[in-house]
């Protein structure tokens, strides 16, 4: 492989890396903005729900009791019937972005990964488990998280139809304002190249232990991984 190819997949990677850990980090601060939100009920009648009780959450997330305790108040608060509509949460998800920018392809997607059961509707122990994850999880559960977003259908592998659908919503979100010629033949032939360096076994799908040998073995998505950490 030539120099020049290698020095054009180094610049993809990293700035792939950047806009997928800028929107990935958006998506921490959507959820964070949904637990302080004083935004209006948006009037939609939905099922009244409780969440399950403080200890429990304990057990599932990395938060203190007074910590869940100011996230289910701040969730109440923008969801009175306790749970979120994905409309709701692309709402939010928008303000994060320039005016103009089509979010709703990546909120999709991120919605998607936090509504466990895909019921179309975020519980409370949905949005704060996922919060967790990604503010104070591990290196390895950070980058689980990530594999399950580009798993869209959640079959335990990741395409390259559906990376390039991943691929696709991120430039839709920032790409075209750094690269505004980049089309879907540009899209695919650098998802393409991502796959050439990750799929191991060149059988045309990511596992996740081939998504998680690549990521981990490179120093820069580590560091970069620690956006994520923050206190309540």
């Known amino acids: 492989m030539s120099v020049n190819i290698d020095m ?24 964070r903005q949904i637990a302080n939100s004083e935004l209006e009920e948006l009037g939609e009648q939905l ?5 399950d009780s ?6 599932l997330t990395r938060f203190s009791e007074p910590e869940l305790k100011r996230l289910y108040r701040g969730f109440k608060a923008e969801c009175p019937t306790g749970v979120v509509r994905e409309e709701t949460f692309k709402l939010i998800y928008s303000q994060f972005f320039p005016q103009g920018a089509n ?23 949905e949005f704060v488990t996922g919060l967790s994850v990604l503010s104070r999880g591990s290196m390895e559960e950070k980058l689980r998280w990530t ?21 696709s919503a991120i430039y839709e979100l920032m790409g075209k304002i750094v690269e505004p010629i980049i089309d879907d033949d540009a899209i695919r032939e650098r ?7 990750m799929d191991m076994n ?20 580590t560091r970069s991984m620690g956006v994520f950490d923050s206190n309540f």
Request: with cysteine; proline share 3%.
């Open 202 to 221: 060149r059988d045309g799908v990511l596992t996740l232990d081939e998504f998680l040998d690549c990521c981990l073995r490179d120093e820069d998505i």
């Open 191 to 197: 998802v393409e190249r991502i796959f050439q360096k």
């Open 8 to 31: 054009e997949n180094f610049s993809f990677k990293n700035n792939l890396r950047r806009r997928t850990l800028y929107t990935l980090k958006s998506a921490v601060n959507a959820l």
């Open 54 to 59: 403080i200890a429990a959450l304990r057990k």
């Open 147 to 167: 594999f399950s977003l580009y798993d869209i259908n959640g079959d335990g592998y990741i395409t390259k139809e559906e990376m390039t659908e991943i691929v």
């Open 103 to 125: 979010t709703g392809p990546y909120a999709h997607y991120v919605f998607n990964t936090l509504d466990q059961d895909r019921s179309g509707l975020l519980s409370f122990e």
């Open 47 to 51: 099922p009244r729900y409780r969440p």
